[in-house]
């Protein structure tokens, strides 16, 4: 009763955190107004909530994967590729070697394969908690999706990396040859297992709706579901769970592309999948300010894991872990962004040096959020539990990794939007959105008028006294696309529309939706517009359409 009681008290600090975000004198991020609410949450409950690993693993991950592999761009995950790669996995592996070394160096006394666990789990980004830092200084849009793409797959890469650090110090050895064959199939593994499972799932879906329609409550659950099978699935045969939740995501926003679900489904599974979202990103940073406590506790205890007299260390241990993090970062960004121009000179296009405020906006970016927190509480509790040898520098390595988190925010806040005041991206910007949009509602609303006029002609023969009232109503559904393609060659649109219990008029409004958002989905998937574009437009069409369903 008292854990139940607990998480209720942590969901309502999710709910005020956004509030208290708005409404607070000064700028403050999200994740930072959560953590505080957390601590507070402590002081009315008697003991902190008792953590499984794995469960805690399993509970957070897999959705909140699946869904950044969901909406993340594609077009821009693409076009982006090299520079994505170059941060998600090339920075990941020189944080964790570079870090790695410099956390052993720094403590002697902590092992040299859970320094490399540190070091990989602090090496995943966090752009929710970015957005919300720049949300009153925003972010060029290009320079926030390759952020974004960063995240998505530096959280693999980072966790995989610590997964097989923590390997090494539970297991004592470690085999290069080994590890790169296990590596791979983690990664192939990992990653069909993913697309296989999402595509299983479609296809099942798909037949029960083709033979007993479909339920909107059933299909939503199943969405919710499916991250957590594609995780088990991909656990259970020893491949990445981590990159099966990402690569089901991903295939999720082709199989969306099909459109063969109902909108009122669509609908309605946005804002579920929206506010389980909100929900376990908030859940994460109240239940880092909830530990935070016992964290601190448990490492001042076990301060003489670390060889040190004084706690004061750990502090000081937690900034210079930052700073060497935000120094890689900065160092890898800047060869990074050289390459680029010089590349760009050798090509013969406009080229410049990197401009030192942009590498500077890129490093601090790299703030530690929600996937750091779940891998370093997700670390063993023993590494023999039969002869109970506790994993060594545990609840060190927890506070130093939770410090990260806290550190990197502050700094972010403080820094960001200053450094973004003004500053102008030599990287060039994408094409604006609105001339495409504008084109595909255009040929969108072309393609709606066909299928009014056809469904107009259909239903007039089928009832031939009703022909003309079947004409007037297809000249007043019509009115409102012919007017977004230019055309006014009715008078009809400073006419009123027929009440809602028209029927003739509502299937030909149906039909003309349908037609729109089949033309979007097409669109999306030649490639003339992004998905994210088309997720935007296919809903603003099923929230037009819900309402002739009630």
Same mark, same amino acid.
């Given at each position: 009763?008292?854990?139940?009681?607990?998480?209720?008290?942590?969901?309502?600090?999710?709910?005020?955190?956004?509030?208290?975000?708005?409404?607070?004198?000064?700028?403050?991020?999200?994740?930072?107004?959560?953590?505080?609410?957390?601590?507070?949450?402590?002081?009315?409950?008697?003991?902190?909530?008792?953590?499984?690993?794995?469960?805690?693993?399993?509970?957070?991950?897999?959705?909140?994967?699946?869904?950044?592999?969901?909406?993340?761009?594609?077009?821009?995950?693409?076009?982006?590729?090299?520079?994505?790669?170059?941060?998600?996995?090339?920075?990941?592996?020189?944080?964790?070697?570079?870090?790695?070394?410099?956390?052993?160096?720094?403590?002697?006394?902590?092992?040299?394969?859970?320094?490399?666990?540190?070091?990989?789990?602090?090496?995943?980004?966090?752009?929710?908690?970015?957005?919300?830092?720049?949300?009153?200084?925003?972010?060029?849009?290009?320079?926030?999706?390759?952020?974004?793409?960063?995240?998505?797959?530096?959280?693999?890469?980072?966790?995989?990396?610590?997964?097989?650090?923590?390997?090494?110090?539970?297991?004592?050895?470690?085999?290069?040859?080994?590890?790169?064959?296990?590596?791979?199939?983690?990664?192939?593994?990992?990653?069909?297992?993913?697309?296989?499972?999402?595509?299983?799932?479609?296809?099942?879906?798909?037949?029960?709706?083709?033979?007993?329609?479909?339920?909107?409550?059933?299909?939503?659950? &199943?969405? @919710?579901?499916?991250?957590? $099978? %594609?995780?088990?699935? /991909?656990?259970? #045969?020893?491949?990445?769970?981590? =990159?099966?939740?990402?690569?089901?995501?991903?295939?999720?926003?082709?199989?969306?592309?099909?459109?063969?679900?109902?909108?009122?489904?669509?609908?309605?599974?946005?804002?579920?999948?929206?506010?389980?979202?909100?929900?376990?990103?908030?859940?994460?940073?109240?239940?880092?300010?909830?530990?935070?406590?016992?964290?601190?506790?448990?490492?001042?205890?076990?301060?003489?894991?670390?060889?040190?007299?004084?706690?004061?260390?750990?502090?000081?241990?937690?900034?210079?872990?930052?700073?060497?993090?935000?120094?890689?970062?900065?160092?890898?960004?800047?060869?990074?962004?050289?390459?680029?121009?010089?590349?760009?000179?050798?090509?013969?296009?406009?080229?410049?040096?990197?401009?030192?405020?942009?590498?500077?906006? &890129?490093? @601090?970016?790299?703030?530690? $959020? %929600?996937?750091?927190? /779940?891998?370093? #509480?997700?670390?063993?509790?023993? =590494?023999?539990?039969?002869?109970?040898?506790?994993?060594?520098?545990?609840?060190?390595?927890?506070?130093?990794?939770?410090?990260?988190?806290?550190?990197?925010?502050?700094?972010?806040?403080?820094?960001?939007?200053?450094?973004?005041?003004?500053?102008?991206?030599?990287?060039?910007?994408?094409?604006?959105?609105?001339?495409?949009?504008?084109?595909?509602?255009?040929?969108?609303?072309?393609?709606?008028?066909?299928?009014?006029?056809?469904?107009?002609?259909?239903?007039?023969?089928?009832?031939?006294?009703?022909?003309?009232?079947?004409?007037?109503?297809?000249?007043?559904?019509?009115?409102?696309?012919?007017?977004?393609?230019?055309?006014?060659?009715?008078?009809?649109?400073?006419?009123?529309?027929?009440?809602?219990?028209?029927?003739?008029?509502?299937?030909?409004?149906?039909?003309?939706?349908?037609?729109?958002?089949?033309?979007?989905?097409? =669109?999306?998937?030649?490639?003339?517009?992004?998905?994210?574009?088309?997720?935007?437009?296919?809903?603003?069409?099923?929230?037009?359409?819900?309402?002739?369903?009630?």
């Amino acid at each position: 009763m008292h854990s139940i009681q607990v998480v209720l008290a942590m969901l309502l600090a999710v709910v005020v955190s956004g509030y208290l975000v708005r409404v607070l004198p000064v700028s403050a991020p999200l994740p930072l107004v959560q953590i505080v609410l957390g601590v507070l949450v402590t002081l009315f409950s008697d003991s902190a909530v008792q953590l499984n690993p794995d469960i805690f693993l399993l509970v957070f991950l897999p959705p909140l994967l699946f869904l950044d592999g969901w909406r993340i761009p594609k077009a821009n995950l693409f076009r982006d590729k090299l520079v994505i790669i170059e941060l998600a996995l090339g920075l990941v592996v020189f944080t964790v070697i570079g870090a790695g070394y410099l956390i052993h160096w720094m403590i002697p006394t902590m092992p040299l394969t859970v320094a490399f666990a540190l070091a990989a789990v602090v090496s995943p980004t966090d752009p929710v908690a970015v957005s919300s830092i720049v949300s009153r200084g925003p972010m060029p849009k290009r320079l926030m999706h390759i952020l974004e793409g960063e995240s998505l797959l530096n959280d693999a890469s980072g966790l995989v990396c610590f997964r097989f650090a923590v390997l090494a110090a539970v297991t004592g050895s470690f085999s290069l040859q080994e590890a790169s064959l296990t590596f791979l199939w983690l990664v192939l593994g990992g990653l069909g297992i993913g697309v296989g499972v999402m595509r299983a799932v479609s296809q099942a879906q798909r037949w029960l709706s083709r033979h007993w329609g479909e339920e909107s409550g059933s299909a939503i659950l &199943v969405n @919710l579901l499916t991250p957590f $099978g %594609a995780y088990l699935v /991909a656990e259970h #045969l020893h491949a990445s769970g981590i =990159l099966a939740a990402v690569a089901a995501g991903i295939t999720m926003s082709y199989v969306e592309l099909s459109g063969r679900a109902l909108a009122t489904t669509r609908v309605q599974r946005t804002a579920v999948w929206d506010t389980a979202c909100f929900a376990l990103n908030g859940l994460m940073f109240v239940l880092l300010g909830e530990q935070l406590p016992a964290i601190l506790n448990r490492a001042a205890v076990a301060v003489h894991d670390i060889g040190d007299r004084s706690s004061g260390w750990l502090l000081l241990y937690a900034i210079a872990i930052t700073v060497i993090l935000a120094a890689l970062r900065y160092a890898w960004v800047w060869v990074s962004l050289s390459l680029i121009f010089f590349r760009a000179r050798r090509d013969g296009r406009p080229w410049s040096l990197p401009d030192p405020r942009l590498v500077a906006v &890129v490093s @601090l970016s790299g703030v530690r $959020g %929600a996937i750091t927190l /779940a891998g370093v #509480l997700s670390l063993p509790l023993w =590494l023999d539990e039969a002869r109970e040898l506790p994993f060594p520098a545990r609840d060190v390595t927890i506070f130093l990794a939770a410090a990260v988190i806290l550190i990197s925010l502050i700094a972010a806040s403080a820094l960001l939007p200053r450094l973004l005041r003004g500053l102008t991206v030599t990287v060039p910007e994408e094409p604006t959105e609105n001339r495409e949009e504008d084109e595909a509602r255009r040929e969108a609303a072309t393609e709606a008028i066909k299928a009014i006029e056809d469904a107009s002609h259909a239903l007039g023969a089928d009832n031939a006294d009703m022909a003309d009232l079947y004409t007037r109503a297809a000249v007043r559904v019509m009115a409102n696309y012919q007017h977004r393609i230019g055309h006014d060659e009715s008078q009809a649109v400073e006419g009123q529309y027929l009440r809602a219990s028209d029927q003739a008029e509502i299937a030909l409004r149906l039909a003309g939706l349908k037609a729109e958002r089949e033309a979007f989905y097409r =669109l999306a998937r030649s490639g003339r517009i992004s998905d994210e574009m088309s997720r935007r437009l296919v809903h603003q069409v099923d929230l037009v359409e819900a309402r002739y369903h009630h």
